[in-house]
């Protein structure tokens, strides 16, 4: 069945590219509709940022640079759990407009010795004074302002192999010197 598809996918881009059929006539003949998403929980991540950040100012057009060194913490769920050790880092950038374009590249360790490399992607923004408060460490309702994640990750683990083909996404808080964010992958 599967053959059949492709084969009938195929052909309606070989005319569309052929100027023979419009994208809508190849849409026409395959009856399906891509999947709709489905989430599944993974954990809870509760990530320490106690050093001192790094500003080095605007370095691009698009903002100003900001390192936040990431210096442990825990991540806990159904099935996977461990530490964060202290070696990551959100390579941050903040544009003029107060979005923060998260880039967080770390290290964990699940509580059965296995490491795993985490990389986030994602924005924060909110109202101006929201974000004053939040950058001040005050205690800020997470609802009052945007922080999204996406996550994927790198493991030579056996049993955590399936990491390495997953997607996570992630709803974050920023709270003092820490970030909470909870934690799921896409189905």
């Not at 903040?94 to 490399?117: K, N, S």
């Not at 990750?153 to 996404?169: D, P, Q």
Request: neutral net charge; charged residues 25%.
């Amino acid at each position: 069945m599967f053959k059949r598809i492709a084969s009938v996918v195929l052909l309606g881009f070989g005319a569309l590219m052929m100027g023979g059929a419009s994208a809508e006539d190849a849409r026409e003949t395959v009856p399906y509709d891509p999947p709709p998403l489905q989430v599944e929980r993974l954990a809870r991540f509760e990530v320490d940022l106690v050093a001192p950040v790094w500003e080095l100012g605007k370095t691009s057009p698009l903002g100003t640079r900001r390192i936040i060194p990431i210096t442990g913490g825990r991540f806990e769920g159904p099935t996977f759990k461990g530490t964060i050790l202290n070696n990551g880092a959100d390579w941050q950038v903040v544009t003029e407009d107060g979005l923060a374009i998260i880039d967080t590249r770390y290290l964990l360790q699940t509580d059965d010795g296995e490491l795993v490399y985490l990389q986030t992607k994602g924005y924060r923004y909110g109202p101006p004074e929201v974000m004053k408060d939040v950058a001040a460490g005050k205690p800020v309702d997470p609802t009052k302002y945007f922080f999204k994640v996406t996550m994927t990750f790198e493991t030579s683990s056996e049993k955590y192999a399936w990491l390495n083909r997953a997607i996570g996404v992630g709803s974050a808080m920023r709270l003092g010197k820490a970030v909470v964010y909870d934690a799921y992958l896409l189905k």
